[in-house]
């Protein structure tokens, strides 16, 4: 045994980080604590459209939405479903700090439930999608859930800070792309717990690249270039993204313009002094990757201009 790794082994760096982090969490979690609205997913279901489907089975001309707005919601949805997984993995990153780290897992993951709880509602009684596939999209979605480890300290707050705010955007936009007033109001209501979070986890990281810059840059760098939605492991999702990604909800230039520039921008990531050579290879490799995604976005805005698809949402 003595030549396997201990998966519940936690690095010095990670160690050192998580204590000396931790009264900047406390801060943080209180700040939350005190702008975070208490809500309830029962409040916003239309419950008087509900019928009864022992008596009237779903079929596919019920639904009002149509086409992306669907595929958009059974992403969020489904993604929203992972949250043990997601638990499993912000607990393994905290977990082995004290206090405020482990508040914050659990603040974190109640309010997150209620997204999967809310969008399933108004999704099921609205019928604007099969109830059948929804739940066997949430077995196979639970099953499989999201295999891998749990990230450094460091890595795993990079990683989060981007995909929250990812996830604000593309929930906003399917909402309003939903044109269905009671969407978007969800939507809305979701959007802005996912602010919330990607705040603290923006912020937290600023503290971190205090203490540790050069590692800090160097992690901030490979989940940049190795980004993926947490709903990557949907089945046909890279056919549900191109959907969605053609009609606005979350693009290329969504993704650079209004995710990962806002977020480097507010660490100075380009303004840092005194890294180490690792650090400011890796802050080249992100100069060139953001080059990269601006090309990216062009080629495909003039693919959908070209095929004329109509005007790009923007968020807010």
Same mark, same amino acid.
């Given at each position: %045994?003595?030549?396997?790794?201990?998966?519940? @082994? #936690?690095?010095? $760096?990670?160690?050192?980080? !998580? !204590?000396? $982090?931790?009264?900047?969490?406390?801060?943080?979690?209180?700040?939350?604590l005190g702008v975070a609205q208490e809500w309830f997913p029962h409040d916003y279901i239309p419950y008087r459209l509900g019928r009864d489907f022992d008596t009237e089975p779903w079929t596919p001309d019920q639904p009002r939405l149509t086409g992306v707005a669907q595929t958009s919601f059974e992403v969020n949805l489904l993604t929203e479903d992972n949250l043990p997984s997601y638990h499993r993995l912000i607990h393994g990153m905290f977990g082995k700090g004290d206090? @405020? +780290? !482990?508040? +914050?897992? =659990?603040?974190w993951t109640a309010e997150e439930g209620r997204h999967a709880i809310v969008l399933r509602d108004y999704l099921t009684v609205t019928r604007n999608l099969d109830p059948v596939m929804?739940?066997?999209?949430? %077995?196979?979605?639970?099953?499989?859930g999201y295999d891998m480890a749990s990230p450094d300290t460091l890595h795993g707050l990079a990683y989060v800070a981007f995909?929250?705010?990812?996830?604000? #955007?593309?929930?906003?936009?399917? =909402?309003? *792309?939903?044109d269905d007033p009671v969407a978007d109001k969800i939507m809305v209501r979701i959007a802005a717990d996912e602010n919330l979070h990607m705040v603290f986890y923006r912020d937290i990281l600023k503290a971190? $690249? @205090?203490l540790e810059p050069s590692a800090a840059v160097r992690a901030i760098v490979d989940e940049v270039l190795a980004f993926q939605m947490p709903?990557?492991? #949907?089945p046909n999702f !890279?056919?549900? /993204? /191109?959907?969605?990604?053609? /009609?606005?909800? *979350?693009?290329?230039?969504i993704h650079r313009d209004e995710v990962v520039l806002p977020i480097l921008r507010f660490w100075?990531?380009?303004?840092?002094?005194?890294?180490?050579a690792a650090a400011e290879e890796a802050r080249r490799r992100l100069a060139e990757h953001l080059d990269k995604l601006e090309a990216a976005a062009r080629r495909f805005e003039e693919k959908v201009a070209a095929s004329a698809r109509g005007p790009r949402l923007t968020s807010t």
């Open positions: %045994m003595s030549d396997q790794v201990d998966p519940t @082994a #936690i690095s010095p $760096l990670d160690r050192r980080l !998580l !204590l000396e $982090l931790e009264p900047e969490a406390g801060r943080l979690l209180d700040r939350h206090g @405020a +780290w !482990l508040t +914050w897992v =659990g603040r929804l739940e066997r999209g949430r %077995m196979l979605q639970l099953q499989k995909q929250e705010l990812a996830t604000r #955007i593309s929930h906003r936009n399917t =909402g309003r *792309y939903s971190a $690249l @205090a709903g990557a492991g #949907i !890279l056919r549900k /993204a /191109a959907e969605i990604a053609r /009609a606005g909800i *979350y693009d290329l230039r100075g990531i380009f303004e840092l002094s005194g890294l180490d």
